[in-house]
């Protein structure tokens, strides 16, 4: 077995190379810190401090490792991956499983060690287990590897459940000591999230993620993986917080220190004619609100939004549309950089082990779209413009040590988690948004993205979506109000009114498609026409510029999760 000690945090991260069949130069090998010491936070709860209490467990977010095996095929770029054990235990703390990750990635995962503080007369939190199930084994499979892997599975007895696997290097069953089981009662139901690795048997190694998620939701993660065969049932579970006065959380003050720290940098395209603007700027210009009606008479909408219908629900009663003056339209239309304005809503994430920090941005215009479809970009022109654009990114921290995880960017009602080491860093540890031309779409790098839709002919077509820095950019941290955190009880935190407008930001439109699309398919080869058909068809009224969106707090990431 070979023995290697890391620590993911403590040491610096050498250049990314390109992966060569000499295991030396996997990027595993090189461990991922931020650009930029962690900050030391405000005082004031016990954010950061390395130990988060969910009643009758504590657990603490170990990043040192000890590898136990590795493969060096198959997974993510044929690469294979490795596992490890964690090390450095806080005394008083126990295993719960082990950690895996890609080899085609900076190493920089956790894994939590849990330590037993139940009230005296419960049963134990935390227990042994009473013998191991051996789930898989690398003799068979002919891979290049480290010796030869075995995947055990902790047996619970009656009342707990296991929550991680243990790896090792023998065919002999771990010590039972080795690990620690839970109470069933304090933990959570958990799905397989992303692929880490697998083997041509048929086996195969996900990480966990608890199934109901959100800011009300109990589950969170382990940071161990589920090893299994095609087919088989899911026989791991997470961990339940049951203390709901989430002590781990930042207070406001500690929230606004996150926010300077890694609130990010938004690139719009060089060539960008749509550009954000403060919602008070929108108001202020010339926006007016319509009633289901009296649509003759529509009301100019005052600066703070305090005359816009609250609450209720989106039941096409009022909506939001540009002045009927077409040079007060065009001047709305192109926005106001100086004036545009992060709108930041902070919740709980995975069970209060995380902070979520949410940062809207808003757009007065959608412009035109364009469909890649196979050798061809179309411009969808009108049909995918509407009016009002309410855009986002989602900055995952650890409540554990304060540092940023992962940085979620919304794309077309969806979107991609992108890890830290994935992403590119301005100004110390704010990560880079590079807005998409004309749609404002986020993504982690430059270039140009296609939101591509599986098609029975093979042929792809999506929504082509362009990036690139340029001196059109915006700091976060510069301008932003802080309009919600629930948890904080509304301490600090005053909610503008147009935060609990309801209904949609933009106008319905009805657009003669068939027509429109007849103009369009005029350009594109005979099969190309009807798949180009159904792709536009199959898009949602928002981006085909039918309607307008809702605003953020009517979104259901609000107090969800976000969609992947």
């Known amino acids: 077995m070979e023995s290697t000690k890391v620590n993911c945090r403590l040491q610096a991260s050498s250049p990314s190379t390109k992966l060569k069949k000499d295991n030396s130069t996997l990027f595993i090998k090189t461990i991922f810190k931020l650009p930029a010491p962690v900050p030391k936070w405000p005082p004031g709860t016990s954010f950061a401090s390395g130990i988060i209490d969910l009643g009758a467990l504590h657990v603490s977010q170990t990043t040192s490792f000890e590898k136990v095996w590795a493969t060096y095929e198959g997974g993510l770029d044929n690469q294979g991956a490795t596992f490890y054990e964690p090390s450095s235990i806080p005394e008083g703390f126990f295993m719960l499983g082990c950690y895996s990750q890609p080899n085609n990635q900076s190493l920089f995962g956790w894994v939590l060690v849990a330590k037993d503080v139940s009230s005296p007369g419960d049963p134990p939190g935390l227990t042994l287990p009473i013998d191991y199930t051996l789930v898989w084994s690398s003799e068979s499979p002919k891979i290049k590897q480290d010796d030869v892997g075995y995947f055990w599975l902790p047996v619970p007895p009656d009342g707990y459940t296991s929550v991680g696997h243990i790896v090792t290097t023998s065919p002999q069953k771990p010590s039972l000591d080795k690990v620690r089981v839970v109470r069933s009662v304090l933990t959570e139901s958990a799905e397989t999230d992303t692929w880490i690795w697998g083997a041509n048997s048929g086996f195969n190694v996900y990480s966990l993620r608890p199934v109901e998620r959100g800011s009300k939701a109990l589950g969170l993660s382990v940071g161990t993986f589920i090893a299994k065969k095609d087919g088989e049932e899911m026989t791991l579970s997470g961990l339940k917080n049951l203390n709901l006065s989430y002590p781990s959380m930042p207070n406001l003050d500690q929230v606004q220190a996150l926010i300077q720290a890694y609130a990010p940098v938004v690139y719009l395209h060089p060539d960008e004619k749509y550009f954000p603007s403060s919602v008070s700027w929108f108001f202020q210009n010339g926006a007016l609100l319509y009633t289901k009606g009296q649509e003759s008479n529509p009301v100019q909408i005052a600066q703070d939004g305090s005359n816009l219908p609250q609450n209720g629900s989106n039941d096409g009663t009022y909506w939001i549309d540009l002045p009927t003056d077409k040079n007060a339209s065009e001047g709305l239309q192109k926005g106001n950089l100086q004036s545009a304005e992060a709108y930041v809503h902070i919740k709980p994430a995975l069970g209060g082990t995380f902070t ?209």
């Open 356 to 564: 979520d920090i949410a940062v809207w941005i808003f757009c007065p215009f959608n412009g035109p779209g364009k469909i890649k479809i196979a050798f061809f970009t179309i411009s969808l022109g009108e049909i995918g413009e509407h009016v009002s654009d309410w855009e986002h990114v989602t900055l995952r921290v650890s409540n554990f040590n304060g540092e940023l995880q992962s940085v979620y960017y919304s794309a077309h009602s969806k979107g991609m988690w992108v890890s830290a080491p994935n992403l590119e860093f301005e100004n110390n540890n704010k990560p880079i948004v590079y807005a998409s031309l004309y749609g404002h779409a986020s993504y982690p790098h430059a270039g140009t993205f296609i939101h591509d839709v599986p098609q029975p002919e093979k042929i792809i077509i999506g929504a082509r979506n362009d990036t690139s820095k340029s001196n059109f950019k915006m700091d976060t941290a510069a301008q932003f109000s802080l309009v919600g955190a629930d948890y904080l009880g509304g301490l600090g935190i005053v909610e503008p009114p147009w935060l609990n407008y309801a209904r949609e930001w933009g106008p319905k439109r009805e657009l003669d498609l068939d027509k429109r699309l007849k103009d369009i398919e005029k350009v594109l080869p005979g099969k190309l026409k009807d798949v180009f058909d159904r792709f536009v068809r199959s898009l949602p009224p928002e981006a085909l510029g039918q309607e307008g969106p809702t605003g953020p707090k009517w979104k259901d990431n609000w107090s969800g999760d976000e969609r992947d």
